[in-house]
């Protein structure tokens, strides 16, 4: 299947290319007009929603799916990325196992570089927002 999810639940795409080793770490975060972070539901179910959906075990009190109803949009996205140094992440591959991996990587919070970059979406419609 092109670009979407097969029977097994695993998504498969034809259309990717490799951008970054080492990553991990990436969060994408939305807020409003007045740089608030959208964490919670607002607005109702006819006219512009915003409903950013649950959190994590690991972090409840991150959003893990916005949904954007009718004319609302984030006015800013902030991305972050959590990159490993290279020497680090080829000693990570070499492990052998799940747990031994996740140790190392505890151990490595030195080597790891973090970036975020917030994006303001300029068409925003500002009366979606109350």
């Known amino acids: 299947m ?5 029977n097994s639940r695993t998504y498969v795409s034809n259309n990717i290319s490799k951008v970054l080793d080492g990553i991990i770490h990436f ?18 179910y006819d006219t512009n929603t915003i409903y950013p959906f649950g959190g994590t075990l690991a972090q409840p009190t991150e959003v893990n799916t916005y949904f954007f109803f009718s004319n609302s949009v984030p006015a800013f996205v902030e991305l972050e990325l959590g990159v490993v140094e290279p020497q680090i992440y080829e000693r990570y591959k070499s492990l052998p196992t799940d747990q031994v991996r996740t ?3 505890k151990e490595q919070v030195a080597h790891v570089h973090l970036f975020r970059q917030r994006i303001p979406i300029r068409n925003l419609d500002r009366t979606a927002y109350p």
């Open 2 to 6: 092109y670009g979407g999810f097969n």
């Open 27 to 44: 969060r994408v975060r939305v807020y409003n007009p007045t740089n608030g972070w959208i964490s919670s539901w607002y607005g109702g």
């Open 103 to 105: 140790n190392y990587l």
